[in-house]
């Protein structure tokens, strides 16, 4: 797969469209920047449907140019905008979709987004619709074939600095902190700001220490901390922190105070890597369109940028190995 705009040869691709669909992740923006700008600098109209999906449903399309993405490196969220569409599981209000992407000769389509919106592409392609290439973004990094998805590691500075912060405060009082993070099913996000924030423990979907046994380890007289603090994944339910302390509380006769971070992890200005990946990949996005890619998405492993089918919607998403966050945990609780 060639990479640089520059060793690109011209295909027959003459009009793509790009989207961001799902949940919104910092770095939206550089990757739609530089599918823009490679795309035009090749020769091909690029057109955006705004609100993801439901831009198709309301059949409006707007072309981009250079100047539509100036100065959109730096913002978080996305500037087309983005929605969860139920519309567009429809059989039949993607077959109106399809007579309009057909009218509107758009031959190649870039979704930027989670598994969901890439099952939404995968779907629309297999009923006829433009060839499809998915950048992998959410701030929970599950997406099974790839290592990195954008937005990850702006959530992950996000969520760090506001345990720095807590713990300023858990330190000057002497108190005891669970600090709830996103990540849905999966503990990467919780894993990485647990370790960079000097957690004593890591609670996450994959791993779910009983509450009694979590007891024991914090009221361990060894360890003969003043403060601490512990993260805990939201898994499925958002504040469920709240229950954990409650049962701490009262096996420990210790108070918990809870902080759950909620949707400020989502926003906030990219940071240099999602920036960096974000732009590659988009990039990446348009060549791969290009050079007759279809149906795929791009995926970064070990580093290095490549394609791979869509993840398979049977299988749930990408988890954090069991066994590593065991060793994590017994490594950070000492
Ligand atoms: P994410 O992309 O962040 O995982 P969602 O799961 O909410 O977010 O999916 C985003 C959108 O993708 C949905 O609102 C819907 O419009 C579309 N979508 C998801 N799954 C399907 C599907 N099986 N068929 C058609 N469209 C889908």
Same mark, same amino acid.
């Given at each position: 797969?060639?990479?640089?705009?520059?060793?690109?040869?011209?295909?027959?691709?003459?009009?793509? =469209?790009? &989207?961001?669909?799902?949940?919104?992740?910092?770095?939206?923006?550089?990757?739609?920047?530089?599918?823009?700008?490679? /795309?035009?600098?090749?020769?091909?109209?690029?057109?955006?449907?705004?609100?993801?999906?439901?831009?198709?449903?309301?059949?409006?399309?707007?072309?981009?140019?250079?100047?539509?993405?100036?100065?959109?490196?730096?913002?978080?969220?996305?500037?087309?905008?983005? #929605? @969860?569409? $139920?519309?567009?599981?429809?059989?039949?209000?993607?077959?109106?979709?399809?007579?309009?992407?057909?009218?509107?000769?758009?031959?190649?389509?870039?979704?930027?987004?989670?598994?969901?919106?890439? !099952?939404?592409?995968?779907?629309?392609?297999?009923?006829?619709?433009?060839?499809?290439?998915?950048?992998?973004?959410?701030?929970?990094?599950? *997406?099974?074939? %790839?290592?990195?998805?954008?937005?990850?590691? %702006?959530?992950?500075?996000?969520?760090?600095?506001? *345990?720095?912060?807590?713990? #300023?405060?858990?330190?000057?009082?002497?108190?005891?902190?669970?600090?709830?993070?996103?990540?849905?099913?999966?503990?990467?996000?919780?894993?990485?700001?647990?370790? /960079?924030?000097?957690?004593?423990?890591?609670? %996450?979907?994959?791993?779910?220490?009983?509450?009694?046994? =979590?007891?024991?380890?914090?009221?361990?007289?060894? @360890?003969?901390? $003043?403060?601490?603090?512990?993260?805990?994944?939201?898994?499925?339910?958002?504040? !469920?922190?709240?229950?954990?302390?409650?049962?701490?509380?009262?096996?420990?006769?210790?108070?918990? !105070?809870?902080?759950? $971070?909620?949707?400020?992890?989502?926003?906030?200005?990219?940071?240099?890597?999602?920036?960096?990946? /974000?732009? =590659?990949?988009? /990039?990446?996005?348009?060549?791969? &369109?290009? #050079?007759?890619?279809?149906?795929?998405?791009?995926?970064?492993?070990?580093? !290095? &940028?490549?394609?791979?089918?869509?993840?398979?919607?049977?299988?749930?998403?990408?988890?954090?190995?069991?066994?590593?966050?065991?060793?994590?945990?017994? &490594?950070?609780?000492?």
């Amino acid at each position: 797969m060639r990479f640089y705009p520059q060793q690109a040869m011209k295909g027959s691709m003459k009009k793509i =469209l790009i &989207l961001t669909s799902g949940g919104d992740a910092p770095g939206m923006n550089p990757a739609i920047r530089a599918a823009v700008r490679s /795309a035009i600098h090749q020769g091909v109209q690029v057109y955006a449907s705004h609100y993801g999906y439901q831009g198709l449903i309301d059949q409006k399309i707007e072309r981009l140019y250079y100047s539509s993405v100036a100065n959109c490196i730096q913002l978080g969220g996305t500037i087309l905008k983005t #929605d @969860r569409c $139920l519309a567009f599981y429809e059989k039949e209000q993607r077959r109106r979709c399809l007579d309009f992407l057909d009218s509107e000769g758009i031959e190649g389509l870039i979704v930027i987004g989670g598994d969901g919106s890439f !099952r939404g592409a995968s779907t629309l392609q297999s009923e006829g619709g433009p060839a499809v290439i998915g950048i992998p973004a959410t701030i929970d990094n599950d *997406i099974s074939g %790839t290592e990195y998805t954008i937005g990850f590691d %702006t959530a992950r500075n996000t969520a760090l600095e506001a *345990i720095d912060r807590v713990r #300023d405060t858990a330190s000057s009082h002497n108190r005891d902190f669970l600090v709830e993070v996103m990540g849905r099913n999966a503990g990467f996000l919780a894993v990485d700001v647990g370790l /960079a924030g000097g957690a004593e423990f890591i609670l %996450t979907p994959e791993f779910n220490l009983p509450i009694s046994e =979590l007891a024991s380890k914090v009221n361990d007289t060894q @360890r003969k901390k $003043l403060s601490s603090i512990i993260v805990v994944a939201e898994s499925d339910q958002p504040g !469920r922190s709240l229950q954990i302390a409650k049962e701490l509380n009262q096996l420990t006769n210790k108070t918990y !105070r809870v902080c759950i $971070l909620g949707h400020m992890q989502r926003g906030g200005t990219p940071s240099a890597l999602d920036r960096k990946i /974000a732009t =590659l990949m988009g /990039a990446y996005a348009v060549n791969a &369109l290009i #050079d007759g890619s279809n149906n795929q998405m791009i995926t970064r492993n070990f580093g !290095r &940028l490549s394609l791979a089918n869509f993840p398979n919607p049977e299988k749930p998403s990408r988890r954090f190995d069991n066994q590593e966050l065991l060793d994590i945990n017994s &490594l950070i609780s000492r």
